[in-house]
């Protein structure tokens, strides 16, 4: 197959590097056969590791973190900026009852928004860098890439390429980044410091004996962070269910350990005995609740709608020019569109389907997704008759991957289209991931959840 200008082109704004790992295959004919990477088989009901990696450089980094975390800071704000904290304005806007609302507000201060953790989902488009969605949530996918990682370095292929260029990878370990990041939050939010410091990632169905891998790997990481604090410090990662701790004057215990931390993986739910021990301030949480605000994708339509956005500076208002495409909320009336005065959204809708996409403000996995480029007529039209009856749906315009080259079938490689996942913690990039999708006979949604595959994102210098 003939790498074509706009391939080259994407891979050189990515690394160069890229178009010498496919010089390499080129060179090395078993690296398109897939049978020869089975030691990147998972055995996972929604992980499939692509075997070729994807290469980034120092400047894509950058501009990777510049997108993620800046979009970040300023979706935290927009219960205070845009809606002054107020349940009853959020409940009109997001189609949620205002005190369930308010229970997701419930013990939030500027230090738990400061330090939430997310992953924004974006695109490399012909119109540059471009967010989808953006996860602030624990449970999010994407925390065994260090586990990937080390698949990847250590397979025969890939291991030999980086060793024939003489080439280092530079990536550091999400989950040792996420650890620290929760010490680090705990310090920082203590007037009086204990010797030991318990974090609890709760887990639903953690069994009580024959902790797992990933159990003992949290375990053995965070004692070694402790030690490298070279201050005394003591503690340990418990994984654990709710059911298994303890609470005594609004603090939490496990066995005879108090937690100062707790990670929930539970898409946000938190027991009601966590959230008194939060509202007292007597535990840090991550994330808890505020995902349920935060992740709305109505969020995106909020920044990007001009009537909306009278709150943000000059500057913000670029970052959202630059990384937001259009996004509206699917209601009936006017709007605008690049400038120009929509009179009837709804009909607007209906005569522009191959531009436009609409999405469930709170879908996951990409389920509920209608592209007008991929469905009938028909179909479009009865998901935009769904989203004017629900209220809570949004609009986006198409925003087109960039393509980009990976192997294919059980001998080959062709052309795929990708979407990237940068992790935020705190105001901290800590890396991405790529998932890719072949362009023959795909339905547009790029999402492990409909078949997508997950190209490990390595950082090295220029060649």
Known sequence: MEITKEIKEMYHRLSPVNLDFLEFVEKNPESLKHSNFKLLELHDDLFTLQPWPTFIDKKTKDTFREAGVKLFELIKRIPQRVFNNDPQKMSDYYGMPAKEIQNQLDGVTASHIDNLVGRGDFIISSQGLKCLEYNVATSMGGWQIPIWEYMYLNHPIISRFLKERGMKTKNENLIRLFLEHVLQTVLSGMSAR????????????????????????????????????????????????????????NYIFYKENRIHALVELYLGYVSNEVMRAFKAGNIRLFNGPISFLLSNKLNLALLSDPAATGVFTNEEKKIIHDYIPWTRKITPGNTTYRNEKIANLEQFLLTNREKLVIKPSMGLGGKGICIGAKSPVQKWEQAVKIAIKEKNWLVQELVESAPGLYQAGENGYDVHDMVWGFFIFGDRYCGAWNRVMPQKGSKGVINCHQGATVSIVFEVDDP
């Open 194 to 249: 204990d010797s030991e410091i318990d974090i609890a990632f709760v887990v639903e169905g953690a069994a009580d004996r024959h902790k797992g891998t990933t159990s003992k790997y949290l375990e053995m990481t965070f004692k070694e962070i402790l030690r490298n604090q070279n201050k005394g410090l003591k503690g340990s990662a418990i994984t654990c269910d709710y059911h298994h701790l303890s609470f005594i004057d």
